[in-house]
């Protein structure tokens, strides 16, 4: 039986459980005359030993200006774990990498904001949690690692450390996610006038003339209104596949 992450295990009881995929991820930029700010993204895990204090990590992760694209809670098997880390292979430390990362449930993160990379490895405090608290202790409250992290290894989280690393981890995880960024400058403002530009000015004019009680939800309906790229339904299409659901239904 092939698991989420596209591995074979017939006899694994572990397999990876996929609990949860938020909304589909989104590379994003915000045009500022002549300068374009990419909103990187990067991976993040919360490891087997902190997997209890995810929902404090997560509003970490939102205070500091991270938006979370997508999330998955699954169990690694000990191969997807070994492929994962697959750079620290031959290493003294990599069985007892792979028995802790295995040995529960893990969650993984797609994380999204300017300099995301190193803003995350910034949060994330150094890799040994105790040197985390003891040479930062005016930082205790900011460092993740330090809040929730025990040792070097059990250490709460991980975040990508590049972003060839990054892509490949995203990969990863998320096989579906369009990693590619969208391009800065001229192609984006032509994107923006051929597609979005028009529709969003012929609505704001409409909503300054009607003034509705509720603007925002007016101005979200009139957009869909006149979307030019809504599908079209034929009428005589829709009589058709009712009168032959209703004759099949009287049958």
Same mark, same amino acid.
């Given at each position: 039986?092939?698991?989420?992450?596209?591995?074979?295990?017939?006899?694994?009881?572990?397999?990876?459980?996929? @609990?949860? /995929?938020?909304?589909? @991820?989104?590379?994003?930029?915000?045009?500022?005359?002549?300068?374009?700010?990419?909103?990187?993204?990067?991976?993040?895990?919360?490891?087997?030993?902190?997997?209890?204090?995810?929902?404090?990590?997560? @509003?970490?992760?939102?205070?500091?200006?991270? /938006?979370?694209?997508?999330?998955?809670?699954?169990?690694?098997?000990?191969?997807?774990?070994?492929?994962?880390?697959?750079?620290?292979?031959?290493?003294?430390?990599?069985?007892?990498?792979?028995?802790?990362?295995?040995?529960?449930?893990?969650?993984?993160?797609?994380?999204?904001?300017?300099?995301?990379?190193?803003?995350?490895?910034?949060?994330?405090?150094?890799?040994?949690?105790?040197?985390?608290?003891?040479?930062?202790?005016?930082?205790?409250?900011?460092?993740?690692?330090?809040?929730?992290?025990?040792?070097?290894?059990?250490?709460?989280?991980?975040?990508?450390?590049?972003?060839?690393?990054?892509?490949?981890?995203?990969?990863?995880?998320?096989?579906?996610?369009?990693?590619?960024?969208?391009?800065?400058?001229?192609?984006?403002?032509?994107?923006?006038?051929?597609?979005?530009?028009?529709?969003?000015?012929?609505?704001?004019?409409?909503?300054?003339?009607?003034?509705?009680?509720?603007?925002?939800?007016?101005?979200?309906?009139?957009?869909?209104?006149?979307?030019?790229?809504?599908?079209?339904?034929?009428?005589?299409?829709?009589?058709?596949?009712?009168?032959?659901?209703?004759?099949?239904?009287?049958?």
């Amino acid at each position: 039986m092939e698991n989420s992450l596209g591995y074979s295990h017939q006899n694994d009881k572990r397999q990876s459980t996929l @609990d949860d /995929t938020l909304k589909s @991820d989104h590379n994003s930029i915000i045009d500022f005359g002549k300068h374009g700010i990419f909103v990187e993204r990067t991976l993040a895990i919360i490891k087997p030993d902190a997997i209890e204090n995810a929902n404090e990590i997560e @509003d970490m992760i939102l205070k500091n200006g991270f /938006t979370i694209l997508q999330k998955r809670r699954i169990i690694l098997s000990a191969e997807q774990c070994s492929d994962f880390y697959s750079e620290h292979y031959g290493k003294k430390f990599f069985p007892s990498l792979v028995a802790f990362m295995t040995s529960g449930p893990i969650l993984a993160l797609i994380l999204a904001r300017e300099n995301a990379i190193l803003s995350w490895r910034e949060l994330i405090g150094p890799t040994n949690s105790t040197q985390a608290r003891e040479s930062h202790p005016d930082r205790f409250r900011i460092y993740v690692r330090a809040l929730f992290g025990t040792n070097e290894q059990k250490n709460a989280v991980h975040g990508s450390d590049s972003a060839v690393s990054a892509e490949r981890e995203i990969r990863f995880f998320f096989p579906n996610s369009i990693v590619e960024p969208i391009p800065l400058g001229r192609p984006a403002r032509d994107y923006l006038e051929q597609n979005v530009n028009k529709t969003l000015i012929k609505a704001l004019t409409a909503l300054c003339k009607e003034k509705p009680k509720d603007p925002v939800l007016w101005l979200a309906d009139k957009l869909i209104e006149i979307n030019p790229y809504k599908p079209k339904v034929n009428k005589m299409d829709l009589n058709l596949n009712f009168d032959e659901s209703h004759s099949s239904s009287v049958k």
